[in-house]
Nanobody
């Protein structure tokens, strides 16, 4: 699938942003067998898992660093996954990328190497 991410920007600490990731797929495929995730890469750091959602069940997963502040959701009618980010901190500053994989066991949902399809990154900058 092809992924298109949007929604990044500059925000002050404690502010909010909502990222969107829209998936396009061949007409004979749906996302029901997919997991979709957000990863981020901060300057000078490795890419890290942020959040993921299993499309079929809606099961959600979060990194400890964002639990309680970020919420992942999906809109099946729009083939879109959202990441609502509240109470943003300067350490949330990063390039955020969405990713998708077909199938896979839940225990591996946090690993970026499990994902074959990636969208372009969207930059989130949180000022103190």
């Amino acid at each position: 699938v092809q992924l298109q991410a949007s929604g990044g920007g500059l925000v002050q600490a404690e502010g909010s942003l909502r990222l969107s990731c829209t998936a396009s797929a061949p007409s004979d495929r749906t996302l029901r067998h997919y997991d979709m995730a957000w990863f981020r890469r901060a300057p000078g750091k490795e890419r890290e898992f942020v959040s993921a959602i299993r499309w079929s069940s809606g099961a959600k997963f979060y990194a400890d660093s964002v639990e309680g502040r970020f919420t992942i959701s999906r809109d099946a009618a729009r083939n879109t996954v959202y990441l609502q980010m509240n109470s943003l901190k300067p350490e949330d500053t990063a390039v955020y990328s969405c990713a998708a994989r077909s199938g896979g066991i839940l225990s591996t949902i946090r690993f970026d190497y499990q994902y074959n399809d990636w969208g372009q990154g969207t930059v989130v900058t949180v000022s103190s």
